[in-house]
C-alpha cells in the first residue's frame, strides 16, 4: 500500500488538478541528438550578449555516446582560420590577443539547467595568437578533431574591450572573420587586503557567465551564446592594487588571490569600479566514488559546485565540471567567520550527493569523501493550456533523508521534455516538483508521487501565464546589490517566484514567473533577514512595481528547555523561516545549536516578527513568532518543546477494517502509513503535538480517489484515540445534472468534497469522485448536516450546497444554477483589498466552510451557504485578521471593512510567577484559528497586531497548567491585561470510618470553588483524569487538577471536606466518615 499517486483533495482547499500524469510514452533510449551546423558566421560584433540563438538539440543518455562529429577533417598545412580586428570605425587593431576554443560534444549538450550563473575555467581544446600590424591573425592548427565542428573565437584589447562569436568549421567561401572591438572603456578592479590597504601583486581572474533564457529565446541557449561562458581573461593587481580588465556586456564573475589569501565572487554586470577583499582561506580535498552505469551506454557529465551559504543565498565559490572517479583538489577557498559552506557533485546518471561544513580554522584543510549512488529519472513536460509545450522550463525535484533536503534541477531539452536524472527510488512515492519557464507561473506540486517504471511514463504539467514584479531593493535609503526576491501567491503557498540578483550596483530586479493576483514580496540579503511582506497586486503579462527595504537584524539570546521537566534540551536546532505564507520550509542563515545548558544565540532577529523554527530528537518540532528583538531590553527567547507522544484511531461501521491505511504528508507534521488491523485500530507513535491532518484511505473501490481526512489536536502529554466511522452512519447521496452539459470538464472527472462535524466533534472530510452517471454516495457520516462542493479538475466550482439527514437518508440533487454569494473586502479607506482568506463557519453545524480569496477587485465569491446566518473570517498575511463578522446570506453583495489598527496584549502568570511556556489562540465558536496562534515570550507576554478593532474570544494554555478562554477587545493602544494560569495538581482522597478502616464504594463530587464546575464534568470531557467513588482502599485519585480550593461533598450534597490543590504537587487528605 503506499499514498495516492494523483493530486488529492485536500483540508481547505480542493487541489483540482493543476498537475495531472499522462503516459507519455518517452523510447527508452531517449531521443537522438542532432548537431546542427549553421552556415558560417563572418563577422562578429560586441553587442549585449543575446539570447535568440540557434537551437543545438541536448542528447538524451543513451544517444550522447552515438553521437558523432558533424564534419570529418583532413590533413591540412595552410593556416585553418584566419581574420582581422577592427575597432568601431573599422580601423584595424594590432597586438591584439585573439583566442580560439573548440566546443566539444560536451559544451553543446551541456545540461541547460547548469547554463545558469555557471562560471569557472573549462577543459575545452583552446589556442591564442596575437593581431599583427594590419589587425590580421591566424591559427595554424585545428585542435577540435572528431568534435562538433564549432568554434568560439574572442579578441580582447584592454582600451577597446572584447568581442566574442561561435563559428563553424571549415569557414565557408567568404573565408577570413571580422571580429569587431566596441571600444569600451577598461573594467577597473580594486583588490584590497581584509584590513582595506591596497593588495599590489593580486591576480584578478574574469569569468563569462551564459546569458538568462528569455522569451526572446525560448528554445535554448544556443551555440552563439555559448561564447560568453568560455570567456576567462587575467590581469595582475598594480602597486595600488588596481587591475584593468577588457571590458565586454554580459553578466561575468570575478575573483582576486594573492598568496594564501582569496576574494569571494563578485558576480553581475559591472557598470563602475569593482572592489574584491581578500580573506584568510582554507583548502578543500577529497575522494569521488561513483557507480557503475554502463549498462546505459551513456558517459555523462559530472560537476561539482562548491558554495557559501550566506542568509537564504548561495554564492557559488568554484565550480568544477567534467569530475570522474577518484581523487579531486586541493582547492582553497575565501573563509568567512560562523558561515556554512555546501559541496554538491551532481549530474547525470547520479543521485546528487550534499555535504555541509562549518568553516573551519584559517590554512585548515578539510577532506571530503563523495560517495554517489545511481538513480532513477523520470521525464517532465510543462505545456500552456492550449497544451502546447514551453520551452525553456525547467524543473527541480526536491525531497528530505535523513532529516536534510536534496534536490535536482534540470532543463528542458531543445524538444521541450525535460529529462531529470536522479532521484532516489526509495523516496520516489513523496518528492515535491517545482516547475518554471518564461513568462509562466513558477508552481510547487508537493508530495508527488513517482513510483512507476523508468521512462515508461511521464508527467505533464499545465502552466498558466505569469506577471512580473520590477522594483528595487534598499536598506536605509541605499541601493543594495547582492539580495534574494521572493513572491508569494497570497493564499496560494505552492505558488511562488523567487530568484537571487547578484551585482545589482543599482538595486534593481526583475523578478518573472509571478501569479496574477495580490503576491506577498520579501526581500533579503547575505546581510540583512527577510523583511516585512509587502503586498503587490500582479496583472497577467505586465510589469508591477515595488520598492523593498531590507529588514536590520541583530542577534538575541534564549534557551531551549522541556516543557514537561524544565530542563535544559541539549543539541536543540533553532533556524530562522522565511515566511509561514510559503508552503515549502525556505530558512535563512544557518542552523544554531544549544549548549549543555540549552542556550544559544541566533543572528537575524529583526524589529518586527521573527520566525524560528525550533526542533530537537525526541521533542516535537515548534514554530515560534519572536517579537521587538532590536530593543536594548529585549529579555532572553524561552522555548518550551513538549515530548512526541502517541495516538490511536479506531473504525467503526462495517467494512474490511484490514484494508485500510492511514497517514499523513502534512509538511512538518508527517505521519508514516500505517495499517489498521482486522479490529480498526492503528497506532502511531513518536508523534508531535499540535494540529494533525490523517487521510484515511485504502478500503473503498478507488483507493486513489476515495478518502477520509480527519484535523484534530494533540495536545502535549494527553493521550488520545480517535473514532472515525467509515460506514453504516447516515447515508448521502449526490447528483449532478448541470442544465448546461458545457459546464462538465471535458475528461468527466468531477471531485466530491463533503465536509462534516462528527459526533466525537471531529472537523473531517470525505473525498471521492462522480460516477459516470454524475453521483457520488457514501454512508460514513455520523453528523446531522454535511456541506458538499463539486469541483472538477481544473479547480472549477460547479456547484455547492448544505444538506440536513432525515432519518438516516439525505440526497442532494444538484445543478449549476446558482450563483455564488459575492461580498468586497475594503480596508478603513474604501480601497479594495486584494488576497483576502475569506472562510465563513456555520454556527449550526461548526462546520468551517471552504478558503476563498478577494479578487484584484476585492470580491470573494463563496458557494453553497446555508439560508441561515453565517460567521465570517478575514485573514490577510500583511493587512491584518478580523473574526466572527455575522453575515447574513439573504442580503446581497455586503462590503466587510478590514483595518490592522488594532492589537492585544496579555500577560499569562501563575502564583509561581510568569508562564513563558504560555501559547493562546482565538476561537471563532469551538473552533480554533489556526493563523492567531502566538508564543509567550520569556515575560509571559502575548502580544497580537494587525487586528481589525473587535471583541475577539482567546484560549490561553501552557504546559502543566489550566487553560483559561477568555474575551478581549483589541484597541489601537492595548492596555497588557494579565490572565493568570492555574498550575496543575494532583489530588489524592482518603475515606475512612470512625474506626480508621477505609470505605470503598464511596461516591465522590468534587466542586471547584473558583468556577463552580463539577470536576465530573470535567473528567466526562477527557479534562481530568477523576475516580468517580472510592476503590476498595477507600481511595479516591483526582490527576492534573487546577490549583485551588474544591470542596467534596456525598450525592446528597453534604459537604465532607475542603481540599486544597498546590500546583506541581500531590496533596493528600484523609477524610473521616461517620
Not at 584578478?204 to 525560448?218: C, D, K, L, M
Not at 598594480?238 to 571590458?247: C, W
Not at 454569494?821 to 480596508?827: A, S
Not at 461533598?1049 to 475542603?1058: D, F, K, T, V
Amino acid at each position: 500500500m503506499r499514498p495516492s499517486r494523483i493530486l488529492v483533495l485536500v483540508v481547505g482547499v480542493l487541489i483540482a488538478a493543476l498537475l495531472w500524469t499522462t503516459r507519455n510514452k518517452f523510447p527508452n533510449g531517449g531521443r537522438r541528438a542532432v548537431l546542427e551546423t549553421p552556415g558560417p558566421a563572418q563577422e562578429a560584433h560586441a553587442p549585449e550578449l543575446r539570447s535568440d540563438s540557434r537551437v543545438i538539440e541536448e542528447a538524451a543518455p543513451a544517444a550522447q555516446a552515438q553521437a558523432h562529429s558533424a564534419t570529418r577533417r583532413e590533413e591540412v598545412s595552410s593556416p585553418v582560420v584566419t581574420g582581422w580586428v577592427v575597432d568601431s570605425a573599422g580601423d584595424p587593431v594590432a597586438g591584439c590577443l585573439v583566442e580560439m576554443t573548440v566546443l566539444t560534444r560536451r559544451d553543446l549538450e551541456w545540461e541547460p539547467a547548469w547554463k545558469e550563473g555557471e562560471w569557472g575555467p573549462t577543459d575545452s581544446p583552446s589556442q591564442r595568437t596575437w593581431t599583427g600590424s594590419d589587425g590580421r591573425f591566424s591559427f595554424e592548427r585545428w585542435l577540435g578533431e572528431e568534435e562538433t565542428g564549432r568554434f568560439v573565437l574572442s579578441a580582447s584589447d584592454v582600451e577597446r574591450g572584447r568581442a566574442s562569436g561561435t563559428f563553424s568549421y571549415p569557414p565557408g567561401e567568404e573565408g577570413a572573420i571580422r571580429l569587431v572591438l566596441p571600444d569600451s572603456d577598461p573594467l577597473v578592479v580594486a583588490v584590497v587586503r581584509s584590513d582595506g590597504s591596497p593588495a599590489p601583486g593580486a591576480m584578478v581572474e574574469q569569468f563569462g557567465i551564459a546569458p538568462r533564457v528569455g522569451e526572446s529565446a525560448p528554445q535554448a541557449i544556443g551555440p552563439e551564446d555559448i561564447s560568453a561562458r568560455h570567456v576567462h581573461a587575467t590581469a595582475v593587481a598594480d602597486e595600488v592594487g588596481i587591475a584593468t580588465i577588457p571590458r565586454f556586456d554580459g553578466e561575468q564573475a570575478l575573483v582576486a588571490t594573492l598568496e594564501n589569501a582569496v576574494s569571494l565572487p563578485w558576480r553581475g554586470r559591472p557598470q563602475g569600479r569593482i572592489t574584491l577583499r581578500l580573506l584568510d582561506s582554507f583548502e578543500l580535498s577529497g575522494t569521488v566514488i561513483l557507480p557503475d552505469w554502463s549498462d546505459l551506454h551513456y558517459e555523462g557529465e559530472r560537476r561539482m559546485r562548491i558554495a557559501l551559504l550566506q542568509g537564504s543565498m548561495e554564492r557559488n565559490l568554484t565550480i568544477l565540471r567534467h569530475i570522474e572517479a577518484g581523487d579531486w583538489g586541493p582547492i582553497r577557498l575565501p573563509r568567512v567567520e560562523g558561515a556554512v559552506y555546501r559541496v554538491y557533485l551532481e549530474g547525470s546518471p547520479i543521485i546528487p550527493v550534499q555535504e555541509d561544513f562549518a568553516a573551519p580554522a584559517t590554512g585548515a584543510h578539510i577532506y571530503l569523501e563523495l560517495r554517489a549512488e545511481r538513480g532513477r529519472n523520470i521525464w517532465i513536460t510543462a505545456v500552456n493550456r492550449e497544451g502546447e509545450i514551453i520551452h525553456g522550463s525547467e524543473a527541480t525535484l526536491r525531497w528530505e533523508e535523513d532529516g536534510t533536503e536534496h534536490s535536482v534541477t534540470r532543463g528542458a531539452r531543445p524538444d521541450g521534455n525535460i529529462n531529470i536524472w536522479s532521484f532516489p527510488d526509495e523516496v520516489s512515492s513523496a518528492i515535491d516538483v517545482h516547475i518554471e519557464a518564461p513568462g509562466y507561473i513558477s508552481n510547487d506540486y508537493p508530495d508527488q508521487d513517482f513510483s512507476i517504471g523508468v521512462n515508461e511514463e511521464g508527467l505533464t504539467i499545465p502552466l498558466d501565464r505569469a506577471g512580473r514584479i520590477t522594483g528595487t531593493v534598499s536598506s536605509h535609503g541605499e541601493p543594495v546589490s547582492d539580495f534574494r526576491v521572493l513572491a508569494i501567491s497570497e493564499g496560494h503557498p505552492w505558488v511562488y517566484a523567487a530568484e537571487d540578483f547578484w551585482g545589482r550596483e543599482d538595486g534593481s530586479f526583475e523578478l518573472d514567473g509571478v501569479a496574477p493576483g495580490a503576491a506577498l514580496v520579501i526581500a533579503s540579503s547575505p546581510e540583512h533577514p527577510p523583511g516585512n511582506p509587502t503586498s503587490v497586486t500582479v496583472r497577467e503579462g505586465e510589469d508591477s512595481p515595488v520598492e523593498l527595504e531590507l529588514a536590520d537584524g541583530g542577534k538575541r539570546g534564549g534557551v531551549v528547555l522541556a516543557a514537561d521537566t524544565g530542563r535544559p534540551i541539549v543539541g536543540a536546532r533553532i533556524r530562522q523561516r522565511v515566511s509561514t505564507a510559503l508552503g515549502p520550509a525556505a530558512f535563512w542563515g544557518p542552523a544554531v545549536v544549544t549548549d549543555e545548558t540549552g542556550a544559544f544565540e541566533i543572528d537575524g532577529m529583526k524589529r518586527g516578527v521573527t520566525l524560528l523554527r525550533v526542533s530537537a530528537d525526541d521533542y516535537s518540532d515548534d514554530l515560534v513568532r519572536v517579537t521587538d528583538s532590536l530593543r536594548d531590553d529585549a529579555p532572553p527567547i524561552r522555548i518550551d518543546l513538549s515530548p512526541l507522544q502517541s495516538f490511536d484511531v479506531t473504525l467503526h461501521g462495517p467494512g474490511n477494517y484490514a484494508s485500510f491505511h492511514a497517514y499523513s504528508q502534512v509538511t512538518g507534521m508527517e505521519l508514516p502509513l500505517t495499517p489498521f488491523d482486522a479490529g480498526g485500530r492503528a497506532h502511531f507513535e513518536g508523534v508531535a503535538a499540535g494540529r494533525h491532518v490523517l487521510k484515511i484511505a485504502g478500503g473503498w473501490d478507488d483507493e486513489d480517489e476515495e478518502s477520509i481526512l480527519v484535523v484534530f489536536e494533540l495536545t502535549p502529554g494527553k493521550r488520545r484515540n480517535l473514532d472515525v466511522a467509515i460506514g453504516g452512519a447516515n447515508h448521502l447521496l449526490v447528483h449532478f445534472e448541470p442544465k448546461d452539459p458545457a459546464v462538465l470538464p471535458a475528461d468527466k472527472r468531477v471531485g466530491v468534497e463533503v465536509r462534516y462535524r462528527s459526533s466525537k466533534g471531529l472537523e473531517a472530510y470525505r473525498f471521492g469522485m462522480l460516477d459516470e452517471d454524475g453521483r457520488f454516495e457514501a454512508d460514513c457520516f455520523d453528523a446531522p448536516i454535511v456541506w458538499v462542493r463539486l469541483v472538477s479538475m481544473e479547480g472549477t466550482i460547479l456547484a455547492a450546497a448544505q444538506g440536513v439527514f432525515r432519518d438516516g437518508e439525505l440526497v442532494l440533487d444538484l445543478d449549476d444554477s446558482e450563483e455564488p454569494f459575492r461580498l468586497r473586502v475594503v480596508d478603513p479607506e474604501k480601497h479594495p483589498v486584494a488576497g483576502v482568506e475569506v472562510r465563513a463557519l456555520d454556527p449550526v453545524s461548526t462546520i468551517l466552510g471552504p478558503h476563498y480569496r478577494t479578487d484584484a477587485e476585492g470580491f470573494a465569491e463563496l458557494y453553497g451557504l446555508p439560508s441561515h446566518p453565517v460567521r465570517i473570517e478575514l485573514f490577510h498575511d500583511s493587512r491584518g485578521m478580523r473574526l466572527g463578522v455575522d453575515l447574513d446570506p439573504s442580503r446581497p453583495d455586503p462590503t466587510l471593512t478590514l483595518a490592522a489598527n488594532a492589537a492585544i496584549q496579555l500577560v499569562a502568570s501563575s502564583p509561581a510567577g510568569p508562564v513563558p511556556s504560555a501559547e493562546a489562540v482565538f476561537l471563532d465558536g469551538k473552533t480554533r484559528y489556526t493563523p492567531s496562534r502566538r508564543r509567550a515570550d520569556s515575560t509571559g507576554t502575548l502580544t497580537w497586531s494587525l487586528l481589525s478593532p473587535g471583541t475577539y474570544r482567546v484560549r490561553v494554555s501552557a504546559p502543566s497548567h489550566w487553560p483559561e478562554t477568555l474575551e478581549v477587545r483589541a484597541s489601537p493602544n492595548p492596555t497588557p491585561l494579565p490572565v493568570p494560569l492555574r498550575r496543575l495538581g494532583d489530588l489524592t482522597l482518603h475515606f475512612v470510618d470512625d474506626s480508621g478502616l477505609p470505605l470503598s464504594g464511596v461516591p465522590i463530587d468534587l466542586i471547584d470553588t473558583m468556577t463552580g464546575k463539577s470536576v465530573a464534568t470535567w473528567a466526562a470531557n477527557g479534562l481530568v483524569d477523576a475516580s468517580p467513588k472510592t476503590d476498595n482502599g477507600g481511595t479516591a485519585t483526582y490527576h492534573r487538577l487546577p490549583e485551588g480550593d474544591y470542596i467534596a461533598r456525598n450525592p446528597q450534597g453534604l459537604e465532607l471536606a475542603h481540599p486544597h490543590v498546590t500546583g506541581a504537587e500531590t496533596t493528600e487528605i484523609t477524610i473521616r466518615v461517620p
